[in-house]
């Protein structure tokens, strides 16, 4: 199934950035940043990248990693000094030279979700992670997705990539998977009101599946085989030992020293 072709990120950055500005957006975001705080001082390198919908925030606060690269589809105030402008499709960073790379929504909102996290595969050095946060359509916000009209509204217009799906495309890229963690069981209604009458529900489907929550984290690393030179099997010549034949000089200097003697 193909995805629906979506406007460039630098022209709908503003209403997603209020969305996640809002209430909802808010109580979201801070689950999910709440996780990488857990996650992120376990992976240890020299570089980051980040690539989020709002590369102002400090995903890798809690990172050890201390040179962060925030990359921005357009040049705008707030940014830090490291920032690279950039369509995320297209990263203008060496192969093999990242150890963490955080992907935050940033194949919901893609023009073409693969490119981009083929792009972070690309960078991400052997042994190094790649963290991904999307929504998860396995959950009460993806079945509010595919019954809402306004799907033409943040954040109903993102991809809301299926869990599987991302788990073959980081086979094919040759990521391995360790660690997928879900989160976010309210229910997505913009009223705290509504929530709250809804809470039943939200505990009744935390209990029921883990997997279900508005979000799903997975956390996969670039494992590459070790190659083992393989040595050309060279043909030995035997070697035939002859006598040595000894100098006719040595018996020519006996010769003289009898002589004179």
Not at 49 to 78: F, M, T, Y
Request: a positive charge; proline letters at 7%.
């Amino acid at each position: 199934m193909g995805f629906k072709q979506q406007p460039p990120l630098s022209e709908w950055l503003p209403e997603l950035r209020a969305w996640f500005a809002s209430e909802l957006g808010q109580q979201l975001l801070h689950l999910e940043r709440d996780l990488l705080d857990r996650l992120l001082p376990t992976m240890f390198g020299y570089h980051l990248v980040q690539i989020s919908i709002d590369n102002r925030l400090d995903l890798g606060r809690e990172s050890p990693i201390r040179h962060q690269i925030p990359i921005n589809p357009i040049a705008e105030l707030g940014l830090p000094d490291t920032a690279i402008i950039a369509r995320n499709e297209e990263l203008p960073l060496e192969h093999n030279s990242i150890d963490v790379v955080v992907l935050h929504h940033a194949l919901d909102f893609a023009q073409s979700p693969h490119q981009v996290l083929r792009e972070a595969a690309r960078v991400l050095r052997p042994g190094g992670y790649l963290v991904n946060i999307g929504f998860n359509p396995i959950s009460w916000w993806g079945l509010y997705r595919r019954l809402t009209f306004n799907k033409q509204d943040v954040p109903w217009q993102g991809h809301f990539i299926s869990p599987q799906r991302m788990h073959d495309w980081l086979a094919l890229l040759e990521l391995t998977e360790v660690k997928v963690i879900s989160d976010y069981y309210a229910l997505p209604f913009e009223k705290a009101s509504w929530r709250q009458r809804s809470s039943a529900i939200q505990s009744l489907t935390q209990r029921c599946s883990s997997n279900c929550g508005a979000f799903m984290l997975q956390v996969a690393r670039k494992d590459v085989g070790g190659m083992t030179p393989v040595i050309p099997v060279r043909s030995k010549r035997k070697l035939i030992n002859l006598p040595l034949v000894e100098p006719s000089t040595r018996g020519a200097r006996g010769k003289m020293s009898e002589e004179k003697s």
